[in-house]
């Protein structure tokens, strides 16, 4: 398994933009799927996106396609967020994850996670 510290969340006003980053430690980062999620207030947790292992796949959810974009940068052993755009809808907590898996297919499940940083987006 892999650590995971994420980094970037905050109270943004709408329209405005975030970057989240999620460092992991450990081993062979290149070899592990890695997604993001949130949570909200009274909501289950959901998927945002994710990026396979080659960074040749993404996925992304209805509710954030066009304004959400996942990157990694395997040097640096890190998965980022780029928010724009951001809706009150987005507030919630999000949760980096990781999963060790050299397939191109995103369906998976996790099974490391980070902490989550609240993400707040006031109208």
């Known amino acids: 398994q892999v650590q995971l510290v994420e980094s970037g969340g905050g109270l943004v006003q709408a329209g405005g933009s975030l970057r989240l980053s999620c460092v992991a430690s450990g081993r062979a980062f290149s070899t592990y799927a890695m997604g993001w999620f949130r949570q909200a207030p009274g909501k289950e947790r959901e998927i945002v996106a994710a990026?396979?292992?080659?960074?040749?796949?993404?996925y992304y959810a209805d509710s954030v396609k066009g304004r959400f974009t996942i990157s990694r940068d395997n040097a640096k052993k890190t998965v980022y967020l780029r928010m724009n755009s951001l809706i009150p809808e987005d507030t919630a907590v999000y949760y980096c994850?990781?999963?060790?898996?050299?397939?191109?297919?995103?369906?998976?499940?996790?099974?490391?996670w980070g902490q989550g940083p609240q993400i707040t987006v006031s109208s």
């Open positions: 994850a990781a999963e060790r898996y050299l397939g191109e297919r995103l369906d998976i499940k996790f099974g490391s």
């Open positions: 990026v396979s292992w080659s960074g040749r796949t993404t």
